[in-house]
């Protein structure tokens, strides 16, 4: 992730802020965002690899893919689904990756304070 940051300069998003509301509450709703962020960064890189010119950075965000194509298969088999929907993992573009995770809400200006409302966490 360094290598990627110092890659991009100050191209590079900030470090953003979270807060998943009640995600991490209830077993079902933690596994279905877990399946939905581990396909969506599976995507999400696979969009951005052709962009890559860099043998070595290429290699990393390589590496990177394949990592969440495992995870994204290993959460999907806790989550009693299909551990590979599709015989390919399609790519989808930035801004369609950008647009699935605002939608979420999940990323906010600041993080959530135990003084906003208590944390929760998955059984």
Known sequence: MKALRQALGAAAVARPAFDFQDTTSDDEAFLRTAVAFEDL???????????????????????IHSVEARHAAWI?????????ADPVDEPISRPEAERIVASTGFIVSRPATTSDRAPSFTG
Not at 45 to 58: D, F, I, M, P, V
Not at 76 to 84: D, E, F, M, S
């Open 41 to 63: 960064a599976t995507a999400a890189y696979k969009g951005q690899l052709g962009n890559l010119r860099s043998r070595e950075y290429l290699a990393a965000a390589l590496s």
């Open 76 to 84: 999907r088999y806790l989550a009693g689904r299909v551990p590979a």
